[in-house]
C-alpha cells in the first residue's frame, strides 16, 4: 500500500492507494472517513508495446485524490 500524508484546512488527511492486479485506486482519508472519491488507473501497454511507469501512474491517482480533497469535493 502506498500512502501520502497532507494537511489542509488543519485537518490531517491520508492518501491510501494499492494495486490490485494491473489497477491502482486511490482514495482520501482523514481519519476512518473518506475525504475523497476513489479513483483508479489501469495499467496497459502504451503505442510502441511498452508499459506506463508503476510510479507515474500512481502519482497521477494520488494526486487526483489529494486534489479532490483541496477543491472541497468531498465523496
Do not use: C, P, R
Request: charged fraction near 40%.
Amino acid at each position: 500500500m502506498k500512502t501520502l500524508k497532507f494537511k489542509h484546512e488543519d485537518k490531517n488527511y491520508t492518501v491510501k492507494g494499492e494495486w490490485d492486479k494491473k489497477t491502482f485506486t486511490a482514495q482520501a482519508w482523514q481519519g476512518k472517513k473518506e475525504a475523497s472519491a476513489a479513483f483508479s488507473i489501469k495499467k496497459e501497454k502504451v503505442k510502441d508495446g511498452a508499459l506506463a511507469d508503476d510510479e507515474a501512474l500512481e502519482g497521477v491517482v494520488m494526486d487526483a485524490a489529494k486534489n479532490d480533497v483541496l477543491k472541497g469535493e468531498d465523496a
